[in-house]
Each structure stands twice: as C-alpha cells, then as structure tokens.
C-alpha cells in the first residue's frame, strides 16, 4: 500500500494499490507523475526504478548543457572507450591498493609520464600522486613546501613560526584556502591597470627568509596568460647570490601543464628551471579526463619530506600514499591513462593545435565585430577573454545573459585588485568546441551584441534586466570560477 499526496486542489491523502497496471505503464501515464515526491525526508516507501531514473533525469534537464558551458576547463567530452573503462571501474575504490594493485600500477605509470613530460631529472621514476584535482594537488605540494622550510629554518637555529607564500592575485581561490587552512600568510603581487599576470619585481621584493615558495601560474583563470616563470626563475637565482636566500617556486600548472608541453613547446616554464620543485595540473582539464582528477608532480624525492608520506604494503611491496582524501573512484586514473596511451604527444599535440585554431578564429572574429577589445595577450591558454568598448549601452552581465537564452554559458566577472573595474567574458575553448560550433557562437555572440545595443538606444534595456531569472549569471570573481 502506497500512500501520496496529490497537487493543488486534489491535495490530500489518497491510496494505491501495486498492480501489474502499474507496472506496464509507462512513468507518465503512472500516478507518480502527477503526486509530490518527497524532496527533503527520506520517504517510508520508495518509488520504482524506472520512476525515480526518470523524475531525477528530468529534473537535471535544468542543468546547464555542459558541452556550451564556456565557463569551465573541465572535460566534457571523451572518446567511447574511455566512458566504457570509466563504467567498468565505477565499482573499484582506488585506495584499495591490495586489492586493486594494478589501479596503482596505472597511477605510478601516469606519474612517471609526468615527471619526463615536465623534464624531471634524467632517470627519475617519477615523484608525486594523483589526486582528486589540482586543488588537493596544490594543498599537499603546500604543505611539503612548508614542511621543507621549517626544516631549513630549525637546520639554521631559526624560528619558524611565521610562514609565508608570495603569489600573483591572478590566483585561483585554492590559494586563499591553503594559505588559511594550512596558516600561511598569502602574500598578493598586484596586477597593475593592464597587466594581468606576476610582477616579478614586486613578487621578489615581497620574498624574505619566512617565504616558503613564490607561486607561478602556467595560464590564469582570469585571462588565460603564463606567468613569466624562467624570468621568476632567473630573479630567484640573483636573489640567492646577493642575500643567500633559497626559495623554491611552485608551479600552478592547472590548465597549462597539459598544453604548454604540445603547444608551446620551447617555452622553459618545468622542471628545466632549477627554483621549480613542484608543479600541479589537472587532469580533468586539458588532461581531457571528466571531472575528478589531478596530478602533483615533485622533482625528486628530497622536495617531498618523509613525514608527510604514508606507507602501504601491497602485494609484499610498499606503495608511499600522500592525499587528502581515502576513498574515490578508480575510473579517472584509468582514463588518464588510456589517454596516454590512446594518444600519445602527438594525440594531444594535435587537439592543442585545434583548440588553438579555434580559439584564435573565435579572437579575431569578436575583435572584428567593432562592439569589444581583447583581454590578455592570446599567447597561453586557448582562452578568449574580451570586454565591451568604452561607452556601451550595456554591460557584459547581460551580453552574459543574453547568450544563455541560445543555451551558450559564457561567463562575465571582474578583473582582480587594481583591474577589478573591468568586467570581462570569457571563452574557454575545450574538446568539444569545434570550428563548426565556434562560427555558430560568433553568428550568437554579434545577434546578442545588436539586439542589446538597439534595446539601449531605445530606452528598453531595463526590460531586458527585468526578465534575468535567477539562475542567469550574477557578479561572481573569477577567483572562484574554473
Ligand atoms: C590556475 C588554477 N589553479 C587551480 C585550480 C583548481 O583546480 P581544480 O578544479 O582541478 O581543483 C584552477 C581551476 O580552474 C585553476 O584555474
């Protein structure tokens, strides 16, 4: 016996009986479609399978479409076979290293990858883990870069009380939260009025005995640009000569780590620079594995302390663990490296090359269009960042807006301190984006573009505002978008 309620003015208790009726008929034509299901209590007596597989998919149909969603670096799409390895590992709990000792074994290859693929030291196994993505990455090559500098300042007979990590304000929010979790003081370089990226001036000027690393970022989230790691580099050596100061830098490598390699091969940016220790990236972004997965990659053995490692005997061997988190799923590690091995460099060489040829169309056509500048110098991410000319009749938030009614999530958010006056939109161009999409976008982006300036000049933009629904973009920073 099933008991609901019924809607509006039939509200009130009625009764069913299960009958074969019920079980025949398909979810619309059942009573579950035109009764509440509870929501917020876990109800006494479920609903079929069938049922709740329908309800809940439909519900998730008021999701954004995640191939239009231009706000995010995170895969979207990925080839059958690995959705297939993915479903088939759906039941594997990667820390269950005896059980699953070749899950392992897929993850030390994938380190090892890595490690060549960022020019560790020649013969290196590789050090470093996979993690649930770069923002655990960045916690734990955080905390080895603490732990090393306590031990150089207790070597030394000093105190070591007062840590601190010199950073550009480009920096994604994982970096506010390190620096707090983990009671680091964040030390923030500026962005000047039209500069985007690391100062490396400032940020030296700001380094002192207390500094446990200088941060640089392979393409920021803000306008897709490198920071000038080899010049960061060079200005660390120089400082170590005049005040004997040694400060390792890390390299936020989210996006960039999968597509600097492949796309701008002869940039320095790795483990070929002597102050770089450690780096993170992303898997799930231009790794092109769906969402779950980093990497955090040391240069050898002595940059991550022995404290921090934890030891699991498996298979008579020992496996070094170092995360955050226990259980997770085992299917992203696979995937990863099905993609190294289905790919190849010159796999992902390839896709680069493409994102780029559509990134770089999509740039000279907005440019084209008379109604926006570039933000940024193109030279980094495939990322297109623009803002409206001076003296719009109407703001990025509603060209924003304007775009999601064809479905097209491109987000607009304000610059970083010192250029937070400027909004801008961002185009993130990700597997999936094809020319074919992308000359569709442009056609959206110029239709938006006129049909907001007339509605200005006319004096009716307030209706547009008027009809924004609350799901359509707010003003969020780009601090806390990826
Ligand atoms: C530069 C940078 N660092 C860190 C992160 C956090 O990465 P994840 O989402 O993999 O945790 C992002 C996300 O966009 C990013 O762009």
């Given amino acids: 016996m099933l008991t609901y309620h019924l809607r509006g003015a039939d509200k009130g208790k009625v009764k069913g009986n299960e009958s074969a009726e019920d079980l025949v008929t398909t979810t619309y034509a059942s009573r579950y479609a035109a009764v509440d299901i509870p929501k917020y209590r876990l109800a006494e007596e479920g609903v079929p399978s069938n049922v709740a597989y329908q309800l809940i998919k439909d519900e998730m149909n008021l999701d954004g479409n995640p191939e239009l969603n231009l706000a995010s670096f995170v895969t979207t799409w ?218 955090v990659i040391w240069r050898e053995e002595s940059d991550l302390p022995s404290e921090l490692v934890f030891h699991i005997d498996y298979l008579g061997g020992d496996q070094p663990t170092f995360s955050l988190n226990f259980s997770r799923g085992a299917g992203q590690v696979i995937a990863q490296y099905y993609n190294f091995v289905h790919l190849g460099r010159q796999g992902y060489r390839r896709i680069m090359a493409n994102l780029d040829q559509v990134a770089t169309y999509l740039a000279s056509s907005i ?49 970083a301190p010192n250029a937070s006056d400027q909004v801008v939109l961002r185009i993130v161009v990700r597997e999936g984006l094809s020319m074919d999409m992308a000359e569709l976008l442009v056609e959206d982006i110029d239709r938006a573009a006129q049909a907001l300036s007339s509605l200005g000049r006319s004096g009716s933009l307030s209706s547009v505002k008027a009809k924004k629904m609350p799901s359509q973009p707010s003003k969020v920073h780009a601090r806390r978008i990826c």
């Fill in 78 to 295: 990925m080839e059958p076979q690995a959705d297939k390895l993915m479903a088939e590992a759906l039941s594997k709990n990667y820390i269950d290293l005896d059980e699953y000792p070749q899950t392992a074994e897929l993850q030390n290859r994938c380190v090892r990858i890595l490690s060549q693929l960022f020019h560790g030291p020649e013969g290196t196994t590789g050090v470093g883990t996979a993690t649930v993505g770069s923002s655990e990455a960045i916690h734990l090559a955080g905390l080895a870069l603490k732990w090393r500098w306590r031990a150089r300042m207790t070597a030394m007979g000093l105190p070591a009380d007062k840590p601190n990590i010199v950073m550009s304000h480009g920096v994604q929010v994982v970096w506010e939260k390190f620096a707090r979790y983990f009671e680091v003081e964040p030390r923030y370089v500026p962005f000047g009025r039209d500069r985007y990226v690391l100062d490396v001036n400032t940020a030296v000027s700001m380094v002192d005995e207390n500094t446990i690393a200088v941060v640089g970022i392979l393409g920021t989230t803000y306008t897709g640009e490198y920071e000038p790691i080899a010049e960061l580099d060079q200005a660390l050596s120089e400082l170590e000569a005049s005040k004997g100061l040694v400060v390792p830098i890390h390299v936020d490598a989210a996006s960039g780590g999968f597509v600097a390699p492949f796309l701008q091969e002869d940039l320095v940016w790795d483990f070929r620079l002597p102050h770089v220790r450690s780096i993170n990236v992303s898997g799930h972004k231009y790794g092109l594995v769906y969402p779950g997965i980093g990497w």
């Fill in 367 to 415: 440019k084209d269009m008379g109604h926006f500048e570039l933000v940024g110098d193109r030279k980094g991410l495939p990322v297109v960042c623009f803002k409206l000319n001076e003296g719009s009749n109407y703001d990025a938030y509603e060209l924003s807006s304007k775009l999601r009614e064809r479905g097209w999530i491109v987000p607009a958010y304000t610059l």
